[in-house]
């Protein structure tokens, strides 16, 4: 019976800080044989791939294991949520008209089971940094992805790479730093203010696994990663549960 709802996020496929990302690649295909049995839907809420591209007639290479299990499941009738995060925001209709999935490109608030969630990838709520603007306005700027498109992929695919391990050396994954100081929780807490309606606010991002209640019948949950936690979410109807995969 199909009564379940998953959630998982930042998986980084193509990251060199996967000793082996064709192996996670396996056992994330593993996990969808799993979820399909019970399975009603799936969000997969940003940075499955550590960097994605797509030209106009080509897309990156690798990642047909899980190309082909994604197409598989929508085949099937399960629907998939694709929502972009910040290493995987440059998709276009690929995955929509490939492989059946639902491409969500901002943070959305939806009805599930009775329950009231709201779901994205995290990046860029709550946060302030100056800097962090300035980058995201880049990666989101039309024209300078349309220049971009023009640079041969050798060179792009390289500068990418280069750049996300840059980032995770100068300090991306931070441990939790408590309620208080996480941008996530003080943005779901303010957005409560105005929606008190909402049940869980599901996010990836920070690559730390938490189900924190801030209010009564109120949680954040922070989805882990597949870096080290191989962690998901699901919900049964009644509550959201953080859970690993062996």
């Not at 008190?196 to 949680?219: Q, V």
């Amino acid at each position: 019976m199909r009564n379940k709802t998953y959630f998982l996020s930042d998986v980084h496929l193509g990251s060199s800080w996967h000793a082996n990302s064709i192996d996670v690649e396996r056992k994330l295909c593993r996990w969808f044989d799993m979820v399909k049995h019970d399975a009603k839907e799936i969000y997969l809420l940003g940075d499955i791939f550590d960097y994605w591209f797509e030209y106009k007639n080509v897309v990156p290479r690798g990642f047909t294991r899980l190309l082909g299990k994604l197409s598989e499941l929508t085949d099937s009738g399960i629907p998939i949520y694709f929502f972009i995060g910040n290493h995987d925001i440059w998709l276009t209709d690929y995955l929509s008209t490939e492989c059946g999935l639902i491409v969500e490109r901002k943070p959305a608030i939806k009805t599930i089971g009775g329950k009231v969630f709201f779901l994205a990838h995290g990046d860029g709520l709550g946060d302030e940094s100056k800097l962090f603007k300035i980058i995201r306005k880049i990666y989101h700027n039309k024209f300078l992805r349309f220049l971009y498109a023009g640079i041969h992929p050798r060179w792009t695919m390289a500068f990418a790479r280069k750049w996300s391990n840059y980032t995770r050396m100068t300090g991306e994954i931070v441990p939790y730093m408590g309620e208080d100081k996480e941008h996530l929780v003080q943005f779901a807490k303010e957005t409560l203010q105005d929606s008190p309606e909402i049940n869980y606010f599901i996010f990836g991002h920070r690559h730390i696994m938490l189900n924190l209640p801030i209010k009564e019948d109120s949680n954040v949950v922070i989805l882990g990663d597949w870096l080290s936690y191989y962690s998901y979410a699901v919900f049964d109807g009644d509550e959201v549960v953080l859970k690993q995969f062996d």
